[in-house]
């Protein structure tokens, strides 16, 4: 199975085909300008169990729902913290992205599986077999096409699964691009290039475009479209938030705590986007304004506890709270 090490700042990160993931965060300070809803500060965890190693969530409705890597299960969590699990048929499948599918449903990624699968409301699971052997199917997304997209990080393709058809077509990238997070936005669909350097972006018609980041340092990881229409992506290897025009400006942002390797990134209840801190050093939740004059400023909330906590997936739903998902103590998330 690919593998890939990069060492950062002292610090050894792996690459999604492994087993991955500063100083106390400065307080609160609200912001008075808000327009939308104000989030508090205020934590809740829940547990998930012995080494389930949540790893990515959604949110669909009042339910969230979260990938565990280690035990092979798909899971939801009410607002109120009851959790539900379903497994997934392929054993050791390493299930990684999720996503709302356009047709309801709970789409995933396979790490190890090799699969897409998808979860009913009935909660039966179907797997679907990507046409490339060790793929590392990683990331996964609705596109506006209503197609499932998704990185194939050790494949080197972005992959997309017509949910009617069940017919793959997969795009290939330059050898050791390692795409990681996608995400639908100007022009298609937006991807990050974790061994590449690059953000890049499909059209559904499979015409690709990259940009470069800065490729003596830049490890882009994760992406999402912000409320000025941009596109926003973590960058662990500078530890900042950019964002980036269709015409291929970035714009850096730099997260607070040092080494903290800025994760996924998701929007919020409010006029920002929300990612997490992966660091085994930093318990942090970081918020970045992406609309109005406090565009790119960044706050972030220290996660009460002890311990690693390796914090990854992050999402909003309908209780206007940001849950995450904490790997390193097996732990669900909120805050609000």
Request: charged content about 15%; proline content about 7%.
């Amino acid at each position: 199975m690919y593998l890939r090490n990069l060492t950062l700042m002292g610090a050894v990160l792996m690459s999604a085909c492994s087993m991955p993931s500063g100083p106390s965060a400065p307080p609160f300070v609200p912001n008075l300008a808000r327009t939308f809803h104000d989030i508090q500060g205020k934590f809740k965890l829940w547990s998930t169990g012995s080494n389930s190693y949540p790893y990515e969530m959604t949110a669909s409705g009042k339910l969230y729902w979260f990938t565990e890597k280690n035990t092979d299960n798909i899971a939801s969590i009410t607002t109120a913290g009851v959790i539900t699990t379903y497994g997934v048929p392929t054993q050791y499948a390493q299930p990684a992205g999720i996503t709302v599918g356009p047709d309801g449903a709970i789409w995933f990624a396979e790490l190890s599986g090799n699969n897409i699968g998808r979860l009913s409301a009935s909660g039966s699971i179907q797997e679907f077999s990507v046409p490339s052997s060790y793929a590392c199917p990683y990331r996964i997304t609705s596109g506006p096409d209503g197609d499932l997209w998704f990185t194939e990080n050790c494949a080197n393709k972005i992959g997309r699964l017509n949910p009617k058809t069940n017919i793959f077509t997969e795009y290939a990238l330059a050898s050791g691009a390692a795409p990681g997070g996608i995400a639908s936005g100007p022009g298609g669909l937006w991807f990050c290039e974790e061994g590449g350097h690059a953000v890049g972006v499909i059209s559904t018609s499979g015409k690709i475009k990259l940009y470069s980041v800065n490729p003596s340092a830049s490890v882009p990881d994760d992406i999402a479209q912000g409320y000025d229409k941009l596109m926003w992506f973590t960058d662990y290897g500078d530890n900042s938030v950019d964002s980036i025009t269709t015409k291929g400006k970035i714009t850096p942002y730099t997260v607070p705590t040092s080494e903290a390797i800025p994760l996924i990134i998701s929007k919020g209840p409010d006029e920002a986007l929300w990612f997490s801190e992966n660091a085994t050093t930093s318990n942090n939740i970081g918020e970045i304004i992406t609309k109005g004059t406090a565009t790119g400023k960044i706050t972030e909330y220290t996660v009460p506890g002890s311990g690693s906590l390796r914090l990854r997936g992050i999402a909003s739903g309908a209780d206007k709270a940001v849950w995450f998902t904490a790997p390193g103590i097996n732990s669900v998330g909120r805050l609000k």
